[in-house]
């Protein structure tokens, strides 16, 4: 069974920085391809980034571009977003999300993703 349990949310003060982790079980890492998405209240999810399958180069959505940064330990099947100059309006529930067919340009849908984590909350004060 496919499992992703996300961790490392918490509250940081503008300019501070969290990693956020996602171990993903069911097969090896780099046959899924794994998003990262965003929640806050009252909005829509939101894309923040992902990694295809088989492909280390991570695709950011520009909000984030310049101060986030994807990673994956294949070793330890663990995903990671290292957030890095966090402002107010990162504050949402982060998911991640993973396919093991995605490769296309619906990464930014998160309808495209068949298995989900259950959140963590990223809070950055004002």
């Known amino acids: 069974q496919v499992q992703l349990i996300e961790s490392g949310g918490g509250l940081v003060p503008p300019g501070g920085s969290l990693r956020l982790s996602c171990k993903v079980s069911?097969?090896?890492?780099?046959?899924?391809?794994v998003g990262w998405f965003r929640q806050a209240p009252g909005s829509e999810r939101e894309f923040v980034a992902s990694?295809?399958?088989?492909?280390?180069?991570?695709y950011y959505d520009n909000s984030v571009k310049g101060r986030f940064t994807m990673s994956r330990d294949n070793a330890k099947n663990t995903v990671y977003l290292q957030m890095n100059t966090l402002k107010p309006e990162d504050t949402a529930v982060y998911f991640c999300?993973?396919?093991?067919?995605?490769?296309?340009?619906?990464?930014?849908?998160?309808?495209?993703?068949?298995?989900w984590g259950q959140g963590t909350q990223v809070t950055v004060s004002s």
């Open positions: 990694m295809k399958r088989f492909n280390s180069n991570p």
């Open positions: 999300a993973a396919d093991q067919q995605l490769i296309t340009s619906s990464l930014r849908i998160p309808s495209e993703y068949d298995y």
């Open positions: 069911g097969r090896a890492l780099n046959t899924y391809t």
